[in-house]
């Protein structure tokens, strides 16, 4: 018969879906296992050929341990909310939420079409009342533990999209999108406190099990530091307060700057005496993005406060203060002090404005066309410092600092709090009123979760910034629900981070309409066993979900201190010329087209084959063809089927070595090598034209997880008994597993003349003596005498000649 993918692939989809068979059960008795993938933004071009990478490795995962006797959670939902939906509503005037549903129901098709295990009776969506009810409830309690808070803030605002932008997208003083103006506005916003967690953030890393690429991001992000905050005495009788990780370099401090949105420009002004040209240069900083302001190789530019000086506080000498746009409000203080001599930055803007440069640290020359790098060495030109190392001087000159009080030793991190507004209309409303007698917001009362998006006329962004939400006088025009006085809604809405800070959580119980889920489903199943997903979010997403879990811990509604004890990222799929796939490059691969044109099986099977799983791996047309004759080649050896329910004496070797390494390369992501193992064992049984009805169903087995359609229709056609999903993982024998024999190299003098097979168990002597019989090796040994003989069992053999 032959291998029909199409019909096999859509009858075997019906079957599982008709009859639940990756449904988890709520038999909390069964050891379980959680694997979760990211869920996807439904957009309106449908999966692209990077999805199914990432979703069939833990579909495989998943596969693999139900069969090892798990009760499996793979769940998959929807992360709804945001503005490309809302975008292309207002563009083509259809309501998002008729755009949400029309994406979803897209996707889920093509998911289904891949054969992935999710299951979909625990399927969630963020724009559902339902789910966003406990998002908002989340945010109440945040807000009444003070973790929510509303600031004045200056952001990034586009006058031709209408909505706040994010430094990056602002380039050249223009929107990065429709080039419009981007002006600074102050706007009141609204913060969760995620600093308060930075630390613990930091630490439990200790406690899971992240790739390094990982955890590194993550501690980045963060960004501990360890150093003082130094007081800075000024001629206008203002401190200026700065931090530095560097304090034993204060004597090295030639100048100082500040950032062109620090508050004391504008309290100085009459002080100032070039105002003027200080406020012109402010406004020229103002257009910039502090991606433009800050990079290294751009040229300093900066302006001296003309009238104002700075005292370094431990000689009380006066020095400049600058402004410049490399300082940016919204790190530190808003001010540094500048050490030409040892810090690159400094050393070009003293150069440029022809400033002081003194070496305070004797780790090498002073070059006179760069700084000098000063981790560490001795002290120099530092008075009560000289002759200390850097670590000897950092403690001494924080504890005078301390005892002057003139600094403290600080502890800072470049973490700064999560800005958690948007003034769009497609997100989740944010559940408090603002009451003038109540004298700030107050909190809806949980009772009235979920508050729901009323329906407006209009989603466009309203000239004034505010949210289209805004707009609607009767929904916003409320009572306290406190006092019951007159109170305004909060009109902006939550980002899309926030429903996917948590979703996992749902996926435990998605159905509970008295909490966001029950306490024995979370006690259960969490942790997460094993989170996949890409490298981009392995910062922002990563960090916001982990902070929000710590906070649900901190108030006892889970039981884990983090929410994934295992997470990895992958590599993207890259088009044929090893290019980033994308439209503009016409590279872009379509998995429908794949599916249709060689099936879903074979579609999974390439995308693991493809290379590392962990790295960027370029489509190749022609190796997807060879997935394709691999899966028609197991569906021939059903022409080559013999009975016996046993290995074969020839095979069961292979079969056991081919066992152990699918087995273990599923753990260890190393898919690409498992599928080669299987590759390998075929060509042996091939070899001898004829597989038993046992070897045939370890081998379907373990092909199960990468390629399921054709491996449960053979399963069936074969009346191996039972469905080919609920079959026991087949198990090893580690003695069946080594070989008899094994490859030596053979090293005379460090360098490698023949290799050698000798029995794995063989001796120290047999070894050398055997290396000694060689040609190759008499020929290098002739006329010299051994000085060394080693073996290192199962490698090699080393000769030490002269």
């Not at 989809?13 to 988890?24: G, V």
């Not at 998006?453 to 707009?471: Q, R």
């Amino acid at each position: 018969m032959k291998y029909d993918f199409s019909q096999i692939e859509k009858k075997w989809q019906d079957i599982w879906a008709k009859n639940h068979t990756f449904a988890a059960t709520n038999d909390f008795s069964k050891p379980k296992y959680y694997a979760l993938v990211e869920f996807p933004y439904p957009s309106g071009q449908g999966l692209h050929v990077g999805h199914p990478r990432s979703y069939t490795a833990m579909d495989i995962v998943a596969r693999k341990r139900r069969m090892q006797g798990y009760n499996v959670l793979y769940p998959m939902g929807w992360d709804a909310f945001g503005l490309p939906t809302e975008n292309f509503a207002i563009k083509n005037h259809i309501h998002p939420e008729v755009v949400t549903k029309n994406n979803v129901a897209r996707f889920k098709a093509q998911l289904q079409g891949l054969g992935l295990s999710f299951d979909w009776d625990r399927e969630i969506n963020t724009t559902d009342p339902d789910y966003y009810k406990w998002t908002q409830w989340i945010f109440l309690q945040l807000f009444k533990k003070g973790l929510a808070y509303k600031k004045e803030m200056s952001v990034n605002w586009c006058t031709g999209c209408k909505v706040v932008l994010a430094n990056e997208e602002v380039v050249g003083g223009v929107c990065e999108r429709c080039g419009s103006e981007v002006v600074h506005k102050v706007k009141s916003q609204w913060m969760l406190k995620i600093t308060e967690y930075a630390q613990r953030l930091i630490d439990d890393l200790d406690l899971v099990d992240y790739i390094d690429r990982v955890k590194v991001s993550q501690k980045n992000w963060i960004g501990r530091s360890t150093g003082a905050e130094v007081l800075f005495d000024t001629t206008a009788g203002d401190v200026l307060k700065i931090y530095t990780t560097r304090p034993d370099t204060l004597f090295g401090a030639t100048y100082m700057v500040i950032s062109p949105e620090h508050p004391y420009l504008e309290r100085w002004k009459d002080k100032i005496k070039n105002y003027d040209a200080v406020r012109a240069y402010c406004s020229d900083a103002a257009k910039k993005s502090d991606f433009e302001r800050t990079e290294l190789v751009k040229d300093k530019t900066g302006v001296k406060l003309e009238g104002v000086m700075g005292l370094n506080p431990v000689n009380d000498t006066e020095i400049p203060i600058f402004v410049s746009d490399y300082v940016l409000m919204s790190y530190g203080t808003g001010a540094i002090m500048a050490v030409p001599a040892h810090d690159e930055r400094d050393w070009d803007f003293a150069k440029k404005f022809s400033l002081p440069i003194i070496e305070v640290v004797k780790g090498g020359d002073v070059q006179q066309a760069a700084y000098t790098d000063c981790d560490s060495g001795v002290m120099v030109n530092s008075g009560i410092l000289d002759g200390l190392s850097v670590d000897e001087a950092k403690k001494k000159i924080t504890a005078w600092l301390e005892e002057h009080k003139k600094g403290y030793p600080k502890v800072n991190y470049k973490l700064r709090d999560w800005v958690f507004s948007r003034q769009r209309y497609w997100g989740e409303p944010i559940p408090v009123v603002y009451c003038e007698h109540c004298g700030g917001y107050v909190p809806l009362p949980e009772s009235e979760l979920p508050l729901r998006l009323p329906e407006v006329a209009s989603y466009e962004p309203t000239d004034n910034g505010e949210s289209p939400l805004a707009a609607m006088d009767e929904w916003v025009n409320v009572k306290c629900p406190h006092c019951g006085g007159p109170a305004k809604r909060e009109t902006d809405t939550m980002p899309q981070w926030a429903g996917s800070s948590w979703y996992f959580l749902r996926y435990c119980d998605p159905h509970n309409d008295k909490e966001l889920a029950s306490r024995e489903a979370l006690e259960y199943w969490l942790p997460v066993d094993w989170y996949n997903g890409g490298m981009e979010h392995t910062t922002l997403h990563l960090l916001y979900s982990r902070f929000w879990h710590k906070f649900l811990y901190d108030i006892g509604v889970v039981s884990t201190p983090e929410p994934y004890q295992k997470r990895t990222s992958h590599g993207m799929i890259l088009g044929e010329n090893g290019e980033k796939m994308s439209k503009s490059r016409g590279n872009v691969v379509n998995p429908d087209d794949i599916v249709r044109e060689y099936g879903a099986d074979t579609l999974r099977l390439y995308e693991m084959f493809i290379g590392d799983f962990e790295k960027s791996a370029p489509w190749s047309s022609a190796s997807i063809k060879g997935c394709k004759r691999f899966l028609e080649r197991i569906w021939n050896l059903q022409d080559v089927l013999v009975e016996g329910e046993e290995y074969s004496p020839e095979l069961e070797s292979a079969m056991h070595k081919t066992i152990k390494k699918v087995t273990e390369d599923i753990e260890s992501l190393k898919f690409n090598t498992a599928i080669a193992a299987m590759m390998g064992l075929l060509n042996e049984i091939s070899e001898r034209r004829q597989v038993t009805r046992g070897e045939y169903k370890s081998l379907l087995i373990l092909l199960n997880p990468f390629a399921p359609h054709i491996t449960e229709e053979i399963w069936e056609q074969q009346k191996f008994g039972g469905m080919l999903n609920m079959q026991d993982w087949p198990e090893f024998d580690e003695e069946k597993c080594k070989d008899e024999t094994v490859e030596i190299a053979v090293q005379v003098n460090g360098k490698i003349k023949c290799r050698l097979g000798v029995p794995v168990d063989i001796s120290n002597e047999e070894a050398i003596a055997l290396a000694k019989a060689e040609p190759a090796v008499q020929a290098a040994c002739a006329g010299k005498s051994f000085v060394k003989e080693i073996y290192v069992k199962g490698k090699l053999v080393n000769l030490v000649v002269k």
